[in-house]
Each structure stands twice: as C-alpha cells, then as structure tokens.
C-alpha cells in the first residue's frame, strides 16, 4: 500500500462528494478544484512530468472557467422559484455511495490482478495488501462516476450538469487507468482537451442561464465575457 | 506531418472564430481563412505520412484524406452560407474545433485517444451554437443540456468500454494462446459490442435515443447540424466500428443473440425515421428524421460481423453524411430565403429559386442512389448481410423513404407559388440595378461587396449547390472498400488496439 495514493485518491474521492452535494456554488467549485486537480498525481508510475503539468493546468482551467461563468451571472430573481442546488440525499449519502464504490472497485482491482499476468496475488489475508496502486484509483474513479452520474443526466441546472458531467468524465478516466493501466500521454491530453471542452461548454451554458434570468431579448454573449456590458449598479450578489 | 499541420490550423483558428464570434466579420474572415486552408492541406494527407506524437503515432490514409477534404469542404461552404445570409457565426468556431480534434482522432490507432477527441469536439458544437437558438434566450440552456448530456453520456461510455478491451479480462489479453475463449469472456464482449452500439446509438440519434436530435435540429439553423450530427457522429461511428472490428469481430465469437438486438434498434430507426420524415411537415424535421434513418443503416455495420460488413458500413457513414450536409445546406438556405418551413408553405420555390432545386435534386440523387453507386451498394449490402429474406428486402425498400420525403418537396418545388414563396426578396441574383446603391460606384472595391451583399441569397444557393455536389461525390466514390483499420500504433492497449482510417 502506498499512503500518499491512497491520501490522494481520499481527496479526490472528497472533493467529488463536495462538488456534487454542496448547495453552494462556490463551495462545489472548491470541490470540483480539488477533484480536478489532484486527480493527475493519481497513477503509478506518475505520467512525464510535462503531461501531468497539462493536466493540472487544464484542470485548473476547467475550473475557473466556471468559476468565471459564476461570478458573472445574475442572482436569481428574489421572487419566484428558485432553483435548488446540490445533491437532494445529501452529502452523508454521497459520502456512504463512494464507499461503496471504493469496495466494489478495489474487489474489482484484485480480481482483475489475479487474472494478469502475474498471477494470482499471494498474500490475499492482508487487507492492506488490497489497497495496490490500481485498486485506488479505480476505487476514486468508480466512486467519482457513481456520484456524479445523477447530476450529469438529471440536473436542475447548467451549473450541477457541467460538475456533474466534468466529475464524471474525470472518473471515467481514473478508471480506465485503474483497470487497464496508465494510458499513453496522447491519450491524457485527449482527456484534458475533453474536461476543458467540458468546462467551456459549462461556462457558456451557466452565461446563458443567466441571461435567462435576466430575461434580456437581444440574445446571448459568452459566459466569460457576460459582465462587461452590466450597469455599474447591478443588483448585489 | 499534414494531419498535424490540419490540427495545428484547425484548431487556433476554431478557438479564434468563436472568441470573436461577437465579432461577425472578423469570426466570419478567420475561420473562413482556417478553413480554406484546412482544404488545402487536407488534400495534401498521405498514407506514408505517420509523425509520432506524445507516445502514438499520427497517420495520414487515402480514406482519411477522402473524410477530410470533405468534411473541410463542408465546413468552408456552411461557413461562407452563414455569411452570406447574415446569421450563425457561433457554429464556424466549433466547427473547425471538431475538424481538428477529429482528424487527429481518426488519425491514431488507439481508440480512446479517438473517443476522448471526438467527444470533446462534439460537446462544443452541441453547446457553443445554442446563442442562436429559435425561441429566445430563454430556451438556449435547455437545449444546450439537452444535447450535453447523449454527447457526454456516449463519451463516458465508450471510454469505459475502451477501459475492458485493454484490461486483463478484455479480448486483447485474456485469450488464450491458442485463441480459446473463456465462456465469461464471451459474455462480456456481447455486453461490450452492447455498450459501444447504445453509445452510438446515442450519439447518432438513432431510435429510441431520437428525441434530442429533432429537437437540436429544430431549434437551430441548419448549419449546426452537419458538425454535431454529421461529421463529428460519422467520425465517432467510425472510431467505434473500428473498435468493434479489431477488439471484438476479429476473434470471432458468434454473438448472434446481442447482433440480433442490434438488429432490431437498426430496424426500428429505418423504418419509423422514414415514417417520421413522410409524416411531418416541415423541413427540419425532414432532415432531422432522414439522419435518423442513416444512423439505423450505419447501425446494420455493428449487427454482422465480417469484413465485408465494415467496408459497407465506412462507405455509407461517410456517404449518408456527406449528403445530409447538402440537404443541410438546403435547408438553411430555403428556410432563410422564404422564410418559412412548412412544405405547403413553399410551394413553387424550386420556380423561384433553381439554385435551390438544382441542389435538392443532387441530394434527392446521393440519398435514393444508383446502382454502382457506394452509397447504394453500401446500403444494400448492409441490410442483405444483416437481414437476409424478404424482411430483409422490406426493410431496404423502406429505406428508401428519401425519394418519397424528398421527392414531394421537389414536387412542390414547382407546384403553384405559395404565398411565402412569392413575395420572397432577392431570390433571384441581381447583375443590375441598384440595390444596396451598388450600382452607384463604379470602383471594384465597393462593387464587389456591394454585390456581394445584393446577391447573397443566390451566392447561399450556389454554395449550397456545391454542397450537395460534394455529397453526390462521395456518395458515388465512398471511401473505398480496400480501406482496413485497425493498425496498431498505440504503445499501451496491446495488439489490435482499434484504429479506423489509421495507417
């Protein structure tokens, strides 16, 4: 067992659960950084130095761009519904549904180890023994997936839909490494040019949705770029 | 090295023409810069070209050069007919993204470098063009979740059935040496060739994963179809067919039972897709409907295993798409020109405008096809190698519903003028006169924008002739049926790995 994986397949696995359950946005934007960032130093052995430098810049890009999209948008009118926010079964179950997830991946991970070809593994009494490199991040990959599978096709809103589908391609990735080994550096590029293609999209629907809220006519302008043109007195966030 | 000189071009000039999109004319001058350049070089893509890149190899083809020359092409005219007519600036930027991404996605062996690719340039152009969404501003974000969410889902699980063939209960290494296959491994590939079929299912809009491809394409102008649902669904079709040609057809597992579904979900695209388009009305629908028919046909390639039934089914993604793209560009620039929609609503269009009928006419063509044709053989042979009998042959004939579904709206094309269709303006294209005061300088450099500006609508229809031209093209050449993926050029997913129009 490795401790330092093992801590940093907790804290993605973490900041997944608070990216998908945190009614507030920033908050969820905090979480869905963690998740996003920590996750390339997941592997072992850990990708060339300049690929794992790729990805945590284009997580960090993914995430700022909501974050950027979210400082721009108006508030939601005072009046009328609101849309809710967060995970509706709350974090404690969510928290409950990665641990499952990380049982059920780890079991998977040593299956899978004993069908390769190395064989089965020999000391199969030692529980710590089960916590091998593969197993992690699989078990964060999996636990990412079953988390944010609900918010990614059934979300309320642009903001829940992007974290969820951003937190579920991210463990979509994870465990790919986790049960058929690092991919080449090709491969993670692709996946970091897919979590930022993600994000822009994340960012342009969130601009939209708050051009909703405004009711403005005249159409729509890229959620990066949506302030530029509010009065100086806008309603107060 | 050109696969890579069409990413590096396509790619920035992409990314420019939508930060710029606020910016019509210098959106509008960029990417139609990009993508006349990304003709060019995509017409210089050769076999022998293989560049390694970041631990894979990056490979022109012949069939690679076919796909992107007309997917460049077609990029460049949607681009050139949105400036013509005035609107969709926000769907040149993505388009050219997912040129880029694209290419280099077909142009490697491993899949999941394609999927990955792919799937990130289709969430762009499902997203990014929903700021000129019919209906206001208040139905962009549901559309534009709407269409996240098959992208995405096809993305995630694709990627994940990528994950099995390379691990070590996947075909690429649990076969034995001498190639017996465990009963539980049999199992599994059914489940997978499952998965990756309901993931191009869902990509392609096939029934019953339809709903949200009418609703992209009624919602939006026509030329934010071709790059979501034409080019970028045909490049992921293809990656997939890929896929299942190398991991799972190659070693020969029967898998009749999973085919047999296959079949089915294909059955129920052609036949109620072709009675959807003879139902509805208006044109959209009637283009929404006929790529929902293709995809039934582009699903027949995942129901019979073989070779034979692969080379088809490149031919006809390819093909299908092609000529979708010109009906496409028809439909933009009809509905843009009378304003109007609904068939009963254009009557006599074909009178007023011949541009437009000749355009229709080359699609009617590619859709229905001849005998000879790559498309028509393509289509045949699927069907006759996925349902062999009569119910075979009725499903083909039923595929045939283009000619009914178009064919009336050619009729209507020179049936008594509708109302819409009369009192349409600048129709007709203007060699005098004096509109936009055009004529009131005689200096080249006023004259020939002024012009320009008088004549877009029949430039539009020219472009949109051209279009269809092109899908004729491929439709009658295809890629070629000696086209054989599956070269292995990735390091980490084994022998085999999936490659589609890869060296």
């Keep these: ?237 | 090295m050109s696969v890579l000189l069409l990413v590096a071009i396509a790619l920035p000039g992409g990314v420019a023409t939508a930060l710029l999109a606020h910016r019509r004319r210098a959106a509008f001058a960029i990417g139609l810069l990009a993508a006349l350049a990304c003709i060019v070089v995509a017409a210089s893509i050769r076999a022998e070209d293989t560049v390694p890149l970041a631990g894979s190899i990056i490979g022109g083809s012949d069939a690679l050069r076919t796909l992107a020359v007309a997917w460049a092409f077609s990029t460049f005219l949607f681009g050139l007919m949105d400036a013509l007519l005035g609107d969709g600036q926000s769907v040149l930027g993505p388009s050219l993204v997912g040129l880029g991404v694209g290419a280099l996605g077909l142009s490697v062996a491993d899949a999941g470098i394609g999927f990955a690719m792919l799937t990130a340039g289709a969430v762009l152009a499902a997203v990014l063009p929903i700021v000129m969404v019919r209906g206001g501003p208040s139905a962009a974000p549901g559309l534009g979740i709407l269409s996240l969410r098959p992208v995405v889902a096809a993305g995630a699980i694709t990627i994940l059935a990528v994950a099995w063939g390379a691990s070590a209960v996947g075909p690429l290494v649990a076969i034995g040496p001498l190639g017996e296959i465990d009963p539980a491994l049999e199992t599994s590939m059914g489940l997978a060739l499952l998965a990756v079929t309901a993931a191009v299912v869902i990509r392609l809009g096939a029934i019953p994963a339809h709903v949200w491809t009418a609703r992209f394409t009624e919602a939006l102008p026509a030329s934010a179809v071709p790059p979501l649902l034409g080019w970028g669904a045909a490049a992921f079709a293809l990656v997939s067919l890929g896929w299942v040609d190398v991991t799972i057809t190659s070693t020969g597992v029967d898998l009749g039972p999973q085919r047999a579904i296959v079949v089915v979900v294909a059955t129920a695209s052609i036949v109620l897709g072709g009675l959807a388009g003879i139902l509805r009305d208006d044109i959209e629908h009637a283009l929404a409907y006929s790529i929902v028919q293709d995809a039934g046909v582009a699903l027949l390639a995942f129901a019979s295993p073989g070779s034979a039934s692969t080379s088809a089914g490149r031919d006809w993604i390819v093909a299908a798409v092609a000529v979708k793209s010109g009906l496409a560009a028809w439909v933009l620039v009809t509905r843009s020109t009378f304003r109007t929609h609904r068939r009963l609503d254009l009557g006599g269009w074909a009178r007023r405008s011949p541009l437009l009928g000749l355009a229709l006419l080359l699609v009617l063509i590619g859709a229905v096809g001849l005998p000879g044709m790559a498309a028509f053989d393509a289509r045949a042979d699927l069907v006759r190698l996925a349902l062999p009998g009569p119910i075979g042959v009725l499903v083909l004939v039923t595929a045939f519903a283009p000619l009914v579904v178009l064919g009336r709206l050619l009729v209507s094309g020179v049936d008594a003028m509708a109302a819409p269709v009369r009192e349409a303006t600048n129709v007709a294209p203007r060699l005098r006169g004096r509109a936009d005061g055009w004529a009131d300088d005689p200096s080249p450099v006023r004259l020939v924008p002024a012009a320009i500006r008088a004549n877009g609508r029949p430039l539009a229809a020219a472009a949109a002739v051209l279009v269809a031209f092109v899908g004729l093209a491929v439709a009658v050449s295809g890629l070629g049926s000696t086209v054989v993926g599956g070269a292995s050029g990735g390091d980490q997913t084994g022998p085999g790995a999936a490659g589609v129009v890869a060296p």
């Design chain 1, 1 to 237: 067992m490795n401790p330092i994986l093992v801590g940093v397949a907790l804290a993605v696995t973490a900041g997944s659960v608070i990216a998908i359950s945190a009614r507030d946005a920033r908050t969820a934007l905090v979480g869905l950084a963690v998740a996003l960032g920590v996750a390339p130093f997941l592997g072992d052995p850990l990708p060339q130095v300049t690929t794992m430098a790729a990805r945590v810049v284009g997580a960090a890009l993914a995430a700022y761009l909501l974050r950027a999209a979210v400082a721009v948008a108006p508030p939601a009118p005072a009046r009328g519904p609101r849309p809710p926010s967060g995970s509706r079964i709350g974090w404690p179950t969510e928290a409950l549904l990665s641990a499952a997830a990380w049982i059920v991946a780890i079991s998977l991970a040593r299956g899978l180890a004993d069908l390769g070809p190395n064989g089965p593994a020999s000391d199969s009494d030692d529980l710590l023994g089960y916590l091998t490199p593969a197993a992690v991040v699989a078990a964060a990959g999996l636990a990412s997936i079953i988390v944010a599978i609900v918010p990614a096709f059934a979300g309320r809103n642009a903001l829940g839909t992007t974290i969820g589908s951003l937190i579920l391609i991210q463990g979509v990735l994870l465990f790919r490494i986790g049960v058929a080994g690092p991919p080449g550096d090709l491969e993670q590029l692709g996946g970091v040019v897919l979590l930022l293609a993600i994000g822009v999209a994340g960012a342009w629907l969130i601009g939209a949705e708050g051009r909703r809220t405004l009711g403005r006519p005249e159409g729509l302008e890229m959620a990066a770029t949506a302030g530029a043109d509010e009065p100086p007195h806008a309603p107060p966030r």
